[in-house]
């Protein structure tokens, strides 16, 4: 695949994965989903070259999903892995695998990424007044 094909490719999951975004959720996500879109698509070996893109955008949608803690009913803004697997037409299970391969490809932690995290979760996040005194860690 030649890397015209490769960036049509990555628009079009761009596409369907703000699409949703904005229909479901916020801009802010949909921004956070194109930039994991287009950081996936800078990757050395690309893995979007294969694979239904459906799957990718929702498994994109997915992972910002979970690390913003957006499956939570507590949420502002919420959605479930339900709603994901139903809009795009793909497994739940098979979304969540290529979430795993996401965030192992990109080495994201598994709840809080500070390069993929909403403002209002990275603001709450209690890490953020954590300092260190003396070899000690304190709250401020």
């Known amino acids: 695949m030649d890397k015209l094909q490769l960036k049509e490719r990555e628009n079009a999951i761009i596409e369907l994965a703000t699409v ?5 959720l916020d801009d802010e996500c949909a921004e956070l989903c194109t930039k994991l879109v287009q ?3 800078r990757k050395r ?3 979007l070259q294969s694979g239904r893109l459906e799957i990718w955008a929702a498994a994109s949608v997915y992972t910002i ?4 803690f ?12 339900a709603e994901i697997a139903d809009y795009f037409g793909a497994s739940g299970s098979t979304i969540s695998q290529k979430s ?6 990109l080495k994201m932690q598994d709840v809080y990424d500070p390069d993929f995290s909403l403002k209002e979760v ?3 996040n209690p890490f953020n007044r954590l300092v260190m005194r003396n070899g000690f860690f304190f709250f401020e």
């Not at 949703?20 to 479901?24: A, K, L, N, Q, S």
């Not at 957006?70 to 892995?81: N, Q």
């Not at 795993?100 to 490809?105: A, H, N, S, V, Y």
């Open 45 to 47: 070996s690309c893995p």
């Open 39 to 41: 950081k996936l698509g």
């Open 20 to 24: 949703y975004c904005r229909e479901h």
């Open 122 to 124: 990275a603001d709450n």
């Open 100 to 105: 795993r391969t996401i965030k192992d490809l």
């Open 65 to 68: 999903c979970s690390i913003n």
């Open 70 to 81: 957006l499956f939570s009913k507590d949420a502002r803004l919420h959605t479930t892995s």
